[in-house]
């Protein structure tokens, strides 16, 4: 089912900051203080009771870390951040300095002592987020100094119970972890639960800008160093793996994070991580692994708990009976169409039966690196599906895509029935966002339909259809997900193509997933037959 919403956050995160950056109203310590003038302390800046815009002026504060770390992901607008905290360390002992003069932080080590002048306090946010990060950044249309005054020692990481902590309701989790934002903590024995992936798709792989998911409901990513990752190589770290430590600032950005120092504060060969969710502790209303979900909602439970499975139909779940998230089971689908392949088949389409209709059509997504599909999955066989409901979008607001995701599939053994598209459904009704929905991963065929163009400056398989008179209009769009990319010219009329409707989210368009066959795409005779 594609549900509509009103396009939400600043999606460009990083390229859009000087747009996404707003001020508010902390969540800190609740010290009173009055700081207007004189000299203050990071626990008065890390106070609610100071607002945001006070004076700042800190004296003998020791650098806990220093941005030196040349990550090109905005060009390297963030190098020059320093973090420093009150001598003694503690809860709400540390602070992020942002816009410091970069030939004064050239010169500063971690350890160091420093006074910083010239200053104000700042309580950072993204469009779209209400919690904030407290920042020391220069007065208006000022300049801030920073100077070194002497030696000094790094408080000792402050070891926080991640599990303990990431077990607590959220309300009480996200304070815990407030005291923490700016000071340099550890957490010990935590799992790796999920892969490293890069931050935003749209960062080239040399930008290195990746993260990754521990115990706690953590994020730890490469803000302040390198974390290992490549696209096609041996993965540095899986999910599932045991962490001995994991030292660095605390921090947050969307998530509460620890932002490791050096690669080498990311230590290895953990013995005691806490053990993946699993059935018997599936009812016990506890975030046994405290990686942010609970009982049916972990993958640990929601394929071998029974009770974490519905059986449903591909109708039910394209008429939304369903929450995104959840685990389900369909006992007989037909196959309506296969991926291009022939080695990595990441996409099938089933269906309740093989005579296409409104809502008879699902898309089964089998992940990035799937391989073959299983022996026996061919068109028009009929296999039993377990897997996640997921409303699939790229975050860039409007529609999303109904699929099932992460599937288990199993062939029903009999004689393949090959599936009927639905024909003659009006085009205006496809690409309509209401009566269209119900299209959504049907096998359709349409007929005398024009392609007008191609995206510019994209050699990806998609095309674009509208009419004669109005080329420029796209009606909607084909791509290359099932049969490769069109290749005939702009203007071409076609006939017939045949294939499955779907929803491109990346393009937030209706689109047609041709099929594969030689007769699925059929150009016409008569080129005026098309509007």
Not at 407 to 436: K, R, S
Request: proline fraction near 7%; include cysteine; charge should be negative.
């Amino acid at each position: 089912m594609t549900r509509f919403s009103t396009p939400a956050l600043c999606l460009s995160l990083f390229a859009a900051l000087a747009a996404c950056r707003d001020s508010s109203n902390g969540d800190d310590d609740g010290t009173d203080v009055d700081a207007a003038n004189g000299e203050q302390t990071v626990f008065q800046v890390q106070s609610d009771d100071m607002p945001p815009g006070t004076p700042v002026t800190l004296r003998g504060v020791v650098v806990t870390a220093v941005d030196n770390f040349a990550n090109p992901r905005d060009g390297n607008q963030y190098v020059g951040n320093f973090y420093v905290a009150e001598p003694e360390g503690g809860a709400f002992s540390g602070v992020l300095v942002h816009g410091a003069p970069l030939d004064q932080v050239a010169q500063l080590a971690v350890g160091d002592l420093v006074d910083i002048t010239s200053a104000e306090k700042d309580e950072f946010s993204w469009t779209g987020d209400d919690k904030t990060n407290t920042e020391v950044v220069p007065l208006a249309n000022g300049e801030m100094t920073v100077t070194k005054v002497g030696p000094g020692t790094v408080p000792a990481p402050q070891v926080l119970d991640a599990l303990m902590i990431g077990q607590m309701a959220e309300t009480a989790r996200e304070a815990e972890y407030e005291k923490w934002e700016g000071v340099l903590v550890r957490v010990e024995n935590v799992s790796v639960t999920s892969e490293i992936r890069p931050i935003n798709q749209d960062y080239p792989p040399e930008a290195k800008f990746v993260k990754f998911s521990i115990t706690g409901v953590l994020e730890v990513d490469s803000s302040l160093a390198e974390i290992p990752y490549s696209e096609t190589g041996e993965p540095w770290l899986s999910g599932g793996d045991c962490l001995m430590s994991v030292t660095g600032m605390g921090d947050y950005f969307y998530n509460y994070k620890v932002l490791p120092r050096a690669t080498a504060d990311i230590v290895m060969g953990g013995t005691s991580c806490p053990a993946p969710e699993a059935p018997g502790t599936c009812t016990d209303g506890i975030d046994n692994d405290a990686n942010g979900f609970m009982d049916c909602a972990d993958r640990g439970c929601d394929t071998e708990e029974p009770t974490c499975t519905s059986d449903t139909t591909v109708a039910n779940v394209q008429m939304g009976m369903h929450n995104d998230g959840d685990q389900v089971r369909i006992a007989d689908a037909v196959v309506t169409a296969i991926g291009r392949g022939p080695t990595n088949i990441q996409t099938i389409w089933v269906a309740d039966s093989a005579t296409a209709g409104p809502y008879n059509g699902l898309q089964v997504y089998r992940g990035t690196n799937a391989g073959m599909v299983p022996a026996g999955v061919v068109v028009g066989a009929h296999v039993t599906l377990q897997g996640e409901v997921d409303e699939f979008n790229d975050a860039s607001g409007t529609g999303t895509l109904t699929q099932l995701r992460s599937p288990t599939i199993t062939v029903i053994p009999g004689t393949p029935e090959m599936p009927v598209p639905a024909t003659d459904v009006p085009l205006a009704t496809l690409i309509d966002d209401t009566t269209g929905e119900p299209y959504e991963g049907v096998l359709v065929e349409l007929e005398n339909v024009r392609m007008t163009g191609t995206p510019t400056g994209q050699t990806f398989g998609v095309r674009y259809f509208g009419t004669q008179a109005a080329p420029s209009t796209i009606l909607f769009q084909s791509d290359d997900d099932i049969r490769s990319a069109l290749t005939q010219a702009d203007g071409t009329c076609f006939s017939l193509i045949r294939g499955i409707w779907s929803y491109g989210v990346y393009d937030n368009r209706w689109q047609i997933l041709p099929l594969a066959g030689a007769d699925d795409v059929v150009v016409a005779g008569d080129p005026n037959a098309c509007p």
